[in-house]
C-alpha cells in the first residue's frame, strides 16, 4: 500500500481556508447584501471570477510543486465541475416545483452551499483515512462508481422528483411548514406559530441532494489521487462556482441532452480506473485527456442537437410565489 503524501502544508491549508472564508464573506456581506435575481451577466461575470482562480490555483501548484499535482488538481477539478453540473439539473426541478423566486434562490444556493462545504470536507478526510487503513475499499469504490455510471446513463431520460421524496415528506411531517413566503426569511410567524418557509424546504433539497452527489464525486477523485489537499481544492473550487454556473446554465439545460450520457462515461472510466489501480497505471494525463474528451464530445453533440430541434418553452428556474410575500 502506498503511503499518504501530501502537497499541503499547515500554512497552505490555512492560507486556502482563510481564502474560502474571505471569498464567502465577500459574496455574502458585498455583492448580495440585498436579495435580487441574478442575471446571466452577473452569472458569467462570477463563472469566470471562480475558473481563474481555480486556474490560477493550479498554475500556482505547478510553479511550486511540479507537473504532477497540477495535472492531479485539473484532472480532478474538470471530474467535480462536471459533476457538479448534474446538480445543476436538480436544483432547476427543486425551485420549480417549489416555486421559488428568482429573487431568493441565490440565499436558498448559498446557504446550502455553505453547509456542503463543510460535509465535503468531513467525507474527503474520511475517505483519504478509510483508503489509508482498509485499501480493498479502492475496489469497492470502482464497482460503486461503474454501477453509478451505468445507473446513469440508462435513466438519463428519467425524470427527477426530489420534492415527492421520503426526505421531503419526513421534513414535512416533522417541521411545522407554510406555503406562503417572508421575504427572503426561511421561517415566518402565523398566528403566534414559528413555520417554515418554502425556502427552508428548499435549502433541505439542496442539502441532500448535495450529499447524494457527493458519494458520487468524491470516490471519483480518489482515481485520481490521494493528496487530501488535492482532493479538497478541487472540490471546494468546483462547488464555490456552482451556484454561478447554476444561474448561468439554469434556463438552458434542456439543451444539454447527452451530457449525462457523458457524465456517465466519466464515472465507469473512474471507477474502471480505481478498480485496476493495483494493476495497470494511468498517468494523470491522459486521465485528463479522456475525461475532458467524454464531456466535450457529448457537449457538442448536444449543441448540434438542440440546434436541430425546434424550440419549445424552456424550464423556468423559478416560478412567482404561491403568495405575495409580505414586507419585513
Given at each position: ?39 446571466f451577466k452577473e452569472a458569467l461575470g462570477w463563472s ?202 439554469a434556463g438552458a439545460v434542456e439543451k444539454f441532452s ?27 494525463a491522459v486521465s485528463l485527456g479522456v475525461i475532458a ?36
Amino acid at each position: 500500500m502506498e503511503s499518504l503524501q501530501t502537497v499541503g502544508s499547515p500554512a497552505l491549508w490555512g492560507g486556502f481556508i482563510a481564502f474560502v472564508i474571505a471569498m464567502l464573506a465577500l459574496d455574502l456581506g458585498v455583492f448580495h447584501r440585498k436579495a435580487h435575481a441574478v442575471g446571466f451577466k452577473e452569472a458569467l461575470g462570477w463563472s469566470t471570477v471562480w475558473i481563474s482562480l481555480a486556474l490560477v490555483f493550479n498554475a500556482g501548484l505547478w510553479w511550486k510543486f511540479g507537473g504532477g499535482p497540477a495535472v492531479e488538481f485539473l484532472t480532478g477539478y474538470l471530474i467535480e465541475k462536471s459533476l457538479s453540473v448534474d446538480n445543476i439539473f436538480v436544483f432547476v426541478v427543486i425551485f420549480s416545483a417549489l416555486r421559488i423566486p428568482a429573487l431568493y434562490q441565490h440565499r436558498v444556493l448559498f446557504w446550502g452551499i455553505l453547509s456542503a462545504l463543510v460535509l465535503r470536507a468531513i467525507m474527503i478526510f474520511a475517505g483519504v483515512a478509510m483508503l489509508e487503513r482498509f485499501h480493498w475499499l479502492i475496489y469497492v469504490f470502482g464497482a460503486f462508481l461503474i454501477l453509478t455510471g451505468l445507473k446513469l446513463f440508462f435513466q438519463r431520460n428519467k425524470e427527477d422528483h426530489p420534492e415527492d421524496g421520503w426526505m421531503m415528506k419526513m421534513a414535512r411531517r416533522t417541521i411545522p411548514s407554510t406555503p406562503r413566503f417572508d421575504g427572503h426569511h426561511f421561517f415566518t410567524v402565523e398566528n403566534g406559530r414559528k413555520l417554515a418557509t418554502p425556502l427552508l424546504m428548499a435549502l433541505i433539497l439542496v442539502e441532500a441532494s448535495d450529499i447524494l452527489f457527493a458519494l458520487d464525486s468524491i470516490p471519483a477523485i480518489f482515481a485520481v489521487t490521494r493528496d487530501p489537499f488535492i482532493v479538497f481544492t478541487s472540490n471546494i473550487f468546483a462547488i464555490l462556482g456552482l451556484r454561478s454556473l447554476f444561474f448561468l446554465l439554469a434556463g438552458a439545460v434542456e439543451k444539454f441532452s447527452y451530457l449525462k450520457v457523458g457524465l456517465s462515461g466519466v464515472l465507469v472510466f473512474v471507477g474502471t480506473k480505481m478498480a485496476i489501480i493495483d494493476f495497470v497505471k494511468i498517468h494523470p494525463a491522459v486521465s485528463l485527456g479522456v475525461i475532458a474528451g467524454l464531456l466535450g464530445v457529448s457537449i457538442v453533440a448536444s449543441l448540434i442537437k438542440s440546434r436541430n430541434t425546434p424550440p419549445h418553452a424552456p424550464v423556468t428556474p423559478g416560478a412567482e410565489p404561491l403568495a405575495k410575500p409580505s414586507e419585513t
